[in-house]
């Protein structure tokens, strides 16, 4: 079993910036992937961001350029840093990891609201 933990959500201003976190433990396992996804009230959940094993990235559309992927292997940690917020930016969010078992972790998420 794996266990995800995000942090550092909060109310910002649009054009601000915050950094999201997201702690690993558990069983040994290997990871195939982790990302980052969101969900707006009312709206399916929906991909941010996406890092492999080892270094490629995938973002949506709507951060790339204003968004960064990162992780910490030996921490087993990973980060998105979101800046140029924008209202519509406003979900929660969550972390994800697939081991290269195919076994699927979801962390509990953590509320990221953008206004003014």
């Known amino acids: 079993q794996v266990q995800l933990v995000e942090s550092g959500g909060g109310l910002v201003q649009p054009g601000g910036s915050l950094r999201l976190s997201c702690a690993a433990s558990?069983?040994?396992?290997?990871?195939?992937?982790r990302g980052w996804y969101r969900q707006a009230p009312g709206k399916q959940r929906e991909l941010v961001a996406t890092?492999?094993?080892?270094?490629?990235?995938n973002y949506a559309d709507s951060v790339k350029g204003r968004f960064t992927i990162s992780r910490d292997n030996a921490k087993n940690m990973m980060y998105l840093q979101m800046n140029s917020l924008k209202p519509e930016d406003t979900a929660v969010y969550y972390c994800?990891?697939?081991?290269?078992?195919?076994?699927?972790?979801w962390g509990q998420g953590t509320q990221v609201t953008v206004s003014s």
């Open positions: 558990g069983s040994r396992f290997s990871i195939y992937v």
């Open positions: 890092i492999t094993s080892g270094t490629y990235t």
């Open positions: 994800r990891l697939v081991t290269h078992d195919g076994e699927d972790y």
